[in-house]
């Protein structure tokens, strides 16, 4: 099972970043992919992620409304796409796909398989 992540980087207040998680090895089309994100001193927390088999989507409250997920089967890859980017964002963020749904994110439970980080900073 491999989850690759990648689109982390710097950016200023407002702006905005798309990260990508290109996986393989599981049944894409059936698991709960997507973020949790870890900010210097401060406890991990379930992002966004969204469920292939049925299209479920959720979101942590702080980024309704500005970050977007999407999922392409034929790439096996899932898309966050985060705007107006505020410094709380700030953190690495990491790729996770899960069997269950969308309460391993809300509940900040262990998913199956993790993914490398990838660090986002929001500075001016």
């Known amino acids: 099972v491999q989850l690759q992540a990648s689109g982390g980087g710097v950016v200023q207040p407002g702006g905005s970043l798309r990260l990508s998680c290109t996986t393989s090895g599981f049944n894409f089309d059936y698991y709960t992919i997507g973020w949790f994100r870890q900010a210097p001193g401060r406890e991990r927390e379930g992002v966004s992620c969204i469920t292939n088999r049925d299209g479920t989507i959720y979101h942590r409250d702080s980024v309704k409304g500005r970050f977007a997920i999407s999922s392409d089967s034929a790439k096996s890859t899932v898309y966050l796409q985060m705007d107006n980017l505020t410094p709380e964002d700030t953190g690495v963020y990491y790729c996770?796909?899960?069997?269950?749904?969308?309460?391993?994110?809300?509940?900040?439970?262990?998913?199956?398989?993790w993914g490398r980080g990838t660090l986002v900073t929001v500075s001016s």
């Open positions: 996770a796909a899960d069997s269950a749904g969308w309460g391993t994110w809300r509940l900040n439970y262990n998913p199956d398989y």
